[in-house]
């Protein structure tokens, strides 16, 4: 999945079903795992370049494209890993060979990649428009080169500004940065300074996360062994505020927790994600959501490539959850958006037809504690729920049969 909203635990259930081709249009997510270095706070399979066979695994993910991958996909979205990082001739063949598989140039309304400000110039940014791709995501992620050594980023500040122009000069006119805050020592003042000046580059897109400290990560272990300290929860808070403060006041709709844009501007395949829709994801680790039923894949290299070349499926887990399970899932993905949910769109979403809704009852007790609000038959999130939305989605899991 891109990097924005990650599905549950995966459980040990290893696939019983042959897998299928994805229906026409499905949104085509595609995984290139490979990165300059490994980032400290990262938990999304990734694996150092250095010593990598590229292009054993590259004919590998195309292989598993031509088995499963939809015709015509809405949205194309191709994440990592840092697939910027691969030279143009590899760009080229690879999404030559994806056109030829999925027609995705004349059928996808955005084709997003990936890219860190260490591997794009101006050349790699117009060629990845000349091969269909509409929209970059550049990972700035701090402005700060101490703190970007301490992420474990190999790129440097003045290479994430190059980056930015040089996409501009090349003629992107859809660009995201990504940003994280609450880093241990910053202040919001500090941050809201930071945020001005990306800001001030106008991009179409913005992604702020709080940073966070996810199990297997460098991160997570400096955190257990007190070599790094989460910012308080009410510093947190305020950079949560700073940020929704000076995205509106540059004109960008905080229209998802994390994720703000320009008007019309939405990243649409992430939209999907919070529709709970489907898609299919393809490359080591990828996972893919048809109709009930998800799954993913293998998180290994080797072990991937040698599966796709053997059988075609590389699958290591899938399931079904239950009609209601698929419900409380559906609403708390579909309150991370300040569009919101309704309670007809929750039951669509989820096929669910049984004639009691369960997901009301948790609703009502929402509404009562102000975490949401209904307006017009729709729910959101309140101003006292917005930082809360982790919270918001536990009350819906916790209550999952």
């Not at 790094?228 to 995205?247: I, M, Q, Y």
């Not at 998802?256 to 008007?263: G, L, W």
Request: aromatic share 8%.
């Amino acid at each position: 999945m891109s990097a924005t909203q990650k599905p549950r635990a995966a459980p040990e259930a290893p696939p019983t079903a042959p897998r299928e081709r994805a229906p026409t249009g499905t949104p085509l997510y595609v995984h290139l795992p490979f990165c300059a270095a490994k980032c400290h706070y990262c938990d999304f399979f990734s694996v150092p370049d250095k010593g990598q066979d590229r292009a054993a695994n590259l004919n590998a993910i195309q292989r598993e494209a031509e088995l499963y991958a939809p015709r015509n996909p809405r949205t194309v979205f191709i994440g990592g890993g840092t697939p910027s990082l691969l030279s143009i001739a590899e760009l080229t063949e690879f999404l030559d060979n994806l056109e030829r598989i999925t027609s995705f140039r004349s059928s996808a309304v955005e084709v997003t990649a990936e890219c860190n400000p260490e591997s794009l110039d101006r050349d790699k940014a117009r060629a990845l428009l000349d091969l269909g791709v509409t929209r970059l995501s550049i990972g700035f992620q701090s402005l700060h080169d101490e703190v970007l050594q301490l992420f474990g980023r190999v790129h440097s500040v003045e290479q994430s500004f190059a980056a930015f122009e040089s996409a501009r000069s090349a003629g992107v006119t859809d660009l995201n940065i990504d940003l994280i805050y609450a880093i241990p020592g910053q202040t919001p003042e500090a941050w809201e300074q930071d945020l001005g000046r990306v800001l001030a580059l106008g991009a179409e897109h913005l992604s702020a996360y709080n940073l966070t400290f996810e199990e297997e990560t460098v991160f997570h272990r400096w955190l257990s062994q007190g070599r790094l300290a989460k910012s308080p929860e009410e510093v947190e808070l305020a950079h949560f505020e700073v940020t929704r403060r000076l995205t509106q006041a540059a004109g960008l709709e905080a229209y998802e927790i994390s994720n703000f844009a320009r008007t019309n501007r939405h990243c649409r395949h992430n939209v999907n994600y919070w529709h709970n829709g489907t898609y299919l994801g393809i490359g080591p680790s990828a996972v893919s959501k048809v109709g009930a039923t998800r799954g993913g894949n293998l998180k290994a290299i080797l072990p991937y490539n040698r599966r796709i070349e053997a059988s075609g499926d590389a699958r290591t887990w899938e399931e079904t959850p239950s009609a209601t399970e698929r419900l409380f899932e559906t609403w708390w993905l579909g309150l991370r958006l300040a569009e919101g949910i309704s309670a007809s769109e929750a039951r669509e979403r989820a096929d669910f037809s049984a004639s009691e809704d369960p997901a009301l009852a948790i609703t009502a007790g929402l509404v009562a504690d102000g975490l949401i609000e209904e307006t017009d038959a729709r729910f959101r999130l309140t101003a006292r729920g917005l930082p809360l939305a982790d919270y918001v989605a536990r009350r819906f899991l916790a209550a999952a049969p």
